[in-house]
């Protein structure tokens, strides 16, 4: 007569073996769900810097006294790296009684839109210039008074930021072209 001899233990094993894969299975939704919140912050600085562009492009057509094409005067000074600059200067009080001109409403665009950049993207900087080629490779705003030759008619707004969730110390870059 043979007896049946009772297996032991294997409930556990299969158990074990059910709780490894799930947690690989786990670490690995984890990790997607890391890598979708980078891409999504990615995009939602990408769209700051967008909104930024479009600001100050409407900054410029509002004043029409002291647009680009006529004055330069929003133009600025890309000999410097953008990254070393300090507070923005200091601005007129432009209110509905006392008024501004346009030089002045310029200043307190310009001022108020670095202000802006600094506030909202993380290492944000920008410049407005003339530029011939507005697709820069490199961006980094240190290299060739960032990259602006004053050739040209096209008026380039550059946008820096740092992106440090991609990898640390990657700049960003988005360049628009300005048409008053």
């Known amino acids: 007569m043979i007896k049946n001899k009772r297996q032991t233990g294997f409930t556990l094993l299969e158990i074990l073996i059910t709780v490894l894969i799930l947690s690989i299975g786990l670490l690995g939704l984890a990790g997607l769900q890391v890598s979708g919140m980078k891409s999504n912050h990615?995009?939602?600085?990408?769209?700051?810097?967008?909104?930024?562009?479009?600001?100050?492009s409407d900054r410029m057509r509002a004043?029409?006294?002291?647009?680009?094409?006529?004055?330069?005067?929003?133009?600025?000074?890309?000999?410097?790296?953008?990254?070393?600059v300090s507070a923005p200067a200091t601005t007129a009080n432009c209110s509905n009684t006392t008024g501004c001109t346009?030089?002045?409403?310029?200043?307190?665009?310009?001022?108020?839109?670095r202000v802006d950049l600094a506030?909202?993207?993380?290492?944000?900087?920008?410049?407005?210039?003339?530029?011939?080629?507005?697709?820069?490779?490199?961006?980094?705003?240190?290299?060739a008074a960032a990259d602006c030759d004053n050739v040209g008619t096209s008026i380039a707004i550059k946008i820096w930021w740092n992106d440090a969730r991609?990898?640390?110390?990657?700049?960003?870059?988005?360049?628009?072209?300005?048409?008053?």
């Open 63 to 84: 004043n029409p006294g002291g647009t680009y094409a006529a004055t330069a005067v929003y133009t600025v000074d890309t000999s410097v790296n953008p990254y070393t």
């Open 102 to 113: 346009p030089a002045q409403m310029t200043n307190t665009d310009i001022n108020q839109w």
């Open 42 to 56: 990615n995009a939602y600085l990408h769209s700051q810097a967008t909104i930024l562009g479009y600001d100050i």
């Open 119 to 143: 506030e909202q993207l993380p290492g944000g900087m920008g410049v407005i210039c003339i530029d011939s080629d507005l697709t820069d490779i490199n961006p980094t705003p240190a290299t």
């Open 166 to 180: 991609v990898a640390a110390g990657t700049l960003k870059l988005i360049t628009m072209n300005y048409q008053p």
